[in-house]
């Protein structure tokens, strides 16, 4: 599942980590509509279990479906912290840009900090 994900404007990074993955995601809708978060991830199968950091109770399963990384239409209430203006993670889906891991350890928000962490 390493990569950068992609479509339009939003990104998901995956890179792995100690014990399972890093997972990144950034949407930017423009004029302070976006969200941002950064978490773990565990793979069971079809089935990612995405934990973002920093807010509690914003945890959640993803779909992955070899290509791409599909988030469920609807997401804890939690989620909405990593989001401003109207932005959501909910339903955000994104096809396989890249499967190389340094390129995917690169993928940055807006204000420039990496979602995924370095090698």
């Given at each position: 599942i390493t990569g950068l994900y992609a479509r339009?404007?939003?990104?998901?990074c995956?890179?792995?980590?100690?014990?399972d993955f890093r997972i990144g995601a950034y949407v930017d809708y423009g004029r302070n509509q976006s969200c941002t978060g950064?978490?773990?991830?565990?793979?069971?199968?079809?089935?990612l279990?995405?934990?973002?950091?920093?807010?509690?109770?914003?945890?959640?399963?993803a779909r992955y479906?070899?290509?791409r990384i599909t988030f469920p239409g609807r997401l804890p209430d939690q989620c909405a912290r990593l989001c401003?203006?109207?932005?959501?993670?909910?339903?955000?889906?994104?096809?396989l840009l890249s499967n190389a891991p340094a390129e995917a350890?690169?993928?940055?928000?807006?204000?420039?900090?990496?979602l995924c962490g370095g090698l």
């Open positions: 339009d404007t939003d990104r998901i995956v890179v792995p980590d100690r014990l950064s978490g773990t991830a565990t793979r069971s199968g079809e089935t279990h995405v934990r973002f950091d920093g807010v509690e109770g914003c945890a959640f399963d479906e070899g290509d401003s203006g109207r932005a959501s993670f909910a339903a955000l889906d994104a096809s350890a690169t993928l940055r928000n807006a204000r420039g900090k990496l």
